[in-house]
């Protein structure tokens, strides 16, 4: 592989997850530390991304949010972790809820009890068709053809009539103001899921920290349960613990 392709796929990389390692450069493309460095030298002189220590991230923090196929295509190890840890959760004859965000995806994967779970998210229901276990409720509204969900009146109206366990909702960014999406729409029925929980559950990799995004649709004293791939930072621990939220790291 060329340096040239290599540069496009860690841009790529970056934009489905706002931020990438010298180790995840190195891990993906088979390459040393030094080449990787070299790699993300040459992006920031063509200021296409700012040097971290140990990594780069986008010039904004306002990211644009690319179409589901291209988020999937860039699932990280942190966010697979996430989900496998989030899964683990789910207790027998639970009744959950599972968002459309790709952080909440990855549970599917991991899900083997028998419970039953709503979502409206087609790529969560075609996953969790394939096994024998969980019972699926497809909420029905309008469908969302870039990024595979379902949305608006309808899917609010029906998410009325379920109470459940938990609800697994994913972010594009938690900060000091709180739980934020880039749109609208998408942070109303994440909203409306929360409210039809007992127990909350947000599901977010450390790149999603900090950051504040155009639409904010609930705020850190709503969750119940934080899990995340690092320690956040104290500034950051310190929001959780006055708001009353229980921070969950995955284990490497």
Do not use: W
């Not at 489905?16 to 010298?22: G, H």
């Not at 780069?56 to 972790?81: D, M």
């Not at 349960?225 to 284990?251: R, S």
Request: charged residues 30%; proline residues 2%.
């Amino acid at each position: 592989m060329s340096q040239e392709e290599r540069l496009l796929l860690i841009l790529e990389n970056l934009t489905a997850n706002n931020r990438i390692t010298v180790d995840e450069i190195c891990t993906q493309f088979d390459v040393s530390r030094d080449t990787a460095r070299r790699d993300l030298v040459k992006l920031a002189d063509q200021q296409k991304i700012i040097r971290t220590r140990g990594g780069a991230i986008l010039p904004s923090q306002h990211k644009k949010v690319h179409n589901y196929e291209s988020r999937l295509k860039f699932v990280s190890e942190e966010k697979q972790r996430i989900g496998k840890l989030a899964a683990s959760l789910i207790q027998e004859n639970d009744h959950i809820i599972l968002d459309a965000s790709t952080t909440v995806q990855t549970m599917g994967e991991y899900v083997e009890k028998d419970c039953t779970i709503i979502t409206n998210s087609i790529h969560a229901a075609e996953m969790l068709s394939d096994k024998k276990e969980p019972k699926i409720h497809l909420l029905g509204g309008k469908f969302h053809k870039e990024h595979r969900y379902l949305y608006g009146h309808s899917v609010l109206e029906k998410l009325d009539f379920y109470l459940v366990d938990k609800a697994f909702i994913g972010v594009v960014g938690v900060s000091e103001n709180g739980l934020t999406i880039a749109d609208q729409e998408d942070g109303a029925v994440k909203r409306k899921m929360m409210q039809q929980a007992k127990q909350v559950i947000v599901l977010a990799d450390n790149s999603k920290i900090g950051i504040t995004e155009f639409y904010r649709f609930a705020e850190l004293k709503e969750i119940d349960l934080f899990i995340t791939d690092k320690e956040p930072d104290p500034t950051f621990m310190g929001l959780l613990k006055d708001n009353g939220v229980e921070l969950l790291i995955v284990q490497n």
